[in-house]
């Protein structure tokens, strides 16, 4: 591991070599930033690297204070967070080729953000008395788009403790081997070597069936036997996170699906961070889409915006440290305040859910402080099945399982009457002829949907008894609703075109172009172009061959016509 610490700076690759320099590192991450602590200017900014990738000096700003615990939480050892911070300064680019494919394959919760950098943070802050201050204060973050927030902390326990001790020409070599990694592809095993661990990792994909445990996916793979197998890339231990508030699971889960504004109040960022993680992760399969942020100080630049009493609190989760907030957010609705979490024997202490009239500042004791009425009644089984499982010692990792099970099954129970109500908005495939535009999809009508509830609505597949319908109402005013709609008005949308054009293959265009003028077979090529740079570029759900037949027919069509339109065409 020494020698490989002391590797020597890689010469830059040919540029006719593919693929291109840091290519295949940038699949993974943005850059590495080392944060320290200088007397002068406080957090500053000590390396990014690779060294040509360009943060603006707003995200220098904010990755500094972001990478530190706050003041209040001082205390001495190694400690592992994460944060999510807007990028500023508008699209970049990247040295990673991406036409979009990672997205279409991997789950909507798994993502590329396109807007937002995620920061996973390793601080280590230690006695040391050949510092001024008395102590040695620096973090190693890994900046990505990629919601892996298990692989990059797994990561961070390998590199991290290494690079403290032997600086940067460790963290170089690291880099070097990053960039020799093959990309996240969603459906694969992965063997990913790094200082002389290989750790294995499956990149779920969007055809994976929800629930379906990523360790049987593995066991199918004839791969070798890695020394770091992952479970999960992004799963954290939910029964770890929830472990205060589980008699209230059901609550936050609403909070969740209808995108209200909750703060989390926490003792350290590791406490904030994982809690406003697990809390957004609890709608898979379907996509949180509302703003969040797993760590936030006051030196945000967003932090004007949030603490601002002239509009309402927008609609995000926000994760706190400083007890400053406590004063400049008590006009949010709902506040959920946690002490340290320890794995105990017993059932933790479970909070209460108090009016928040009684949050005091400073000595707030933990509590869910909101005045929010829950639409659904409580599921008293899934608290008996966790009580037992802490009395018979069960691992944290089954607790977990059954925790995920549940509000997975609650979010499909909620969301399956609205599939198929939107699935009878498609057209029917016999609507969809060669010679005319594709039929529109029709309207979601709220009411209609509404009306579909008596007899396919949740209580089909859930035993929860309340307001279904009440629910339902308060979600159509969510961005979850809004992002679930437009995704979905996307994707058939999409099959339309792909229907229209497997029925202008089928069709007879021969017979067509018999009794047409030439203005109409030219307006068909061009429509037909058209339809073709579409697909390609959309990617289309269409069999290549398709597309290939839909070439063919404009050459024979072309071929049809007088040789001076024939030019023009070719030309065009």
């Not at 699209?91 to 590329?112: F, I, K, M, S």
């Not at 070097?176 to 095993?189: A, C, H, K």
């Not at 069960?394 to 609205?418: D, G, K, M, N, Y």
């Not at 024979?556 to 040789?563: K, M, Q």
Request: charged share 25%.
């Amino acid at each position: 591991m020494d020698a490989l610490c002391r590797a020597e700076p890689r010469p830059r690759r040919p540029a006719a070599a593919s693929p291109l320099p840091w290519a295949r590192f940038s699949a993974w991450l943005d850059c590495v930033c080392v944060v320290t602590f200088d007397l002068e200017l406080g957090q500053a900014m000590e390396l990014v690297y690779p060294y040509d990738f360009r943060l603006t000096e707003k995200e220098k700003t904010s990755i500094c204070y972001l990478s530190f615990p706050d003041s209040y939480s001082g205390g001495l050892g190694d400690t592992q967070f994460s944060f999510r911070l807007r990028q500023s300064g508008g699209q970049r680019t990247t040295h990673y080729e991406d036409d979009g494919e990672y997205n279409r394959e991997a789950p909507l919760t798994l993502q590329r953000e396109s807007a937002h950098y995620f920061g996973y943070v390793y601080f280590r802050q230690v006695k040391d008395s050949s510092m001024k201050r008395g102590y040695f204060q620096k973090s190693l973050v890994l900046v990505s788009r990629l919601p892996y927030v298990n692989l990059f902390q797994s990561l961070l326990q390998l590199i991290a403790p290494e690079y403290f001790d032997k600086l940067e020409p460790c963290l170089e070599a690291v880099c070097n081997e990053i960039d020799q990694w093959p990309p996240p592809v969603p459906g694969q095993t992965l063997n990913l070597p790094v200082m002389g661990v290989v750790i294995q990792v499956r990149i779920p994909s969007r055809v994976d069936k929800p629930g379906s445990s990523p360790v049987k996916q593995f066991n199918q793979e004839n791969l070798l036997p890695a020394p770091l197998v992952l479970p999960s890339i992004h799963e954290l231990d939910l029964f770890r996170c929830f472990q205060p508030v589980l008699i209230h699971i059901q609550m936050l889960w609403e909070l969740m699906l209808l995108g209200e504004p909750v703060v989390v109040m926490a003792p350290s960022p590791t406490v904030s961070s994982e809690m406003v993680l697990a809390l957004t992760s609890c709608l898979a399969p379907l996509r949180y889409c509302c703003d969040y942020r797993p760590y936030f100080t006051i030196h945000d630049s967003e932090f004007k915006e949030y603490t601002t009493r002239t509009q309402a609190p927008p609609n995000i989760v926000v994760g706190v440290t400083n007890p400053f907030f406590i004063k400049t957010l008590q006009h949010w609705p709902h506040i959920l305040r946690v002490g340290e979490l320890r794995m105990s024997g017993d059932l933790p202490k479970q909070v209460k859910v108090k009016k928040l009239a009684k949050l005091k500042t400073l000595d707030t004791k933990p509590g869910i402080y909101t005045s929010y009425k829950t639409f659904l009644h409580k599921d008293k089984t899934l608290i008996k099945r966790l009580l037992k499982g802490i009395q018979r010692k069960r691992p944290s990792e089954v607790q977990s399982a059954l925790l995920r099970r549940h509000l997975l099954e609650l979010t499909q129970s909620f969301i399956i009457p609205l599939e198929h109500y939107i699935a009878s908005l498609m057209p029917l495939q016999r609507a969809i002829t060669p010679w005319k535009n594709p039929p529109q999809i029709r309207p979601f009508r709220q009411e209609d949907f509404m009306k579909t509830l008596e007899h396919a609505g949740p209580q089909l597949t859930c035993v929860l008894k309340g307001d279904w319908l009440g629910l339902y109402r308060r979600f159509f005013k969510s961005p979850n609703f809004d992002g679930w709609y437009r995704q979905r008005h996307k994707e058939m949308t999409q099959k339309l075109e792909a229907l229209h054009l497997e029925a202008i293959c089928e069709a007879n265009i021969v017979a067509w172009m018999k009794d047409k003028s030439e203005v109409e077979i030219v307006d068909l090529v061009l429509k037909l172009r058209e339809k073709l740079v579409r697909a390609r570029c959309q990617h289309l759900p269409v069999k290549e061959e398709t597309l290939q037949r839909v070439g063919l027919y404009i050459e024979t069509i072309i071929g049809s016509l007088p040789e001076d339109l024939q030019a023009v065409l070719h030309h065009h």
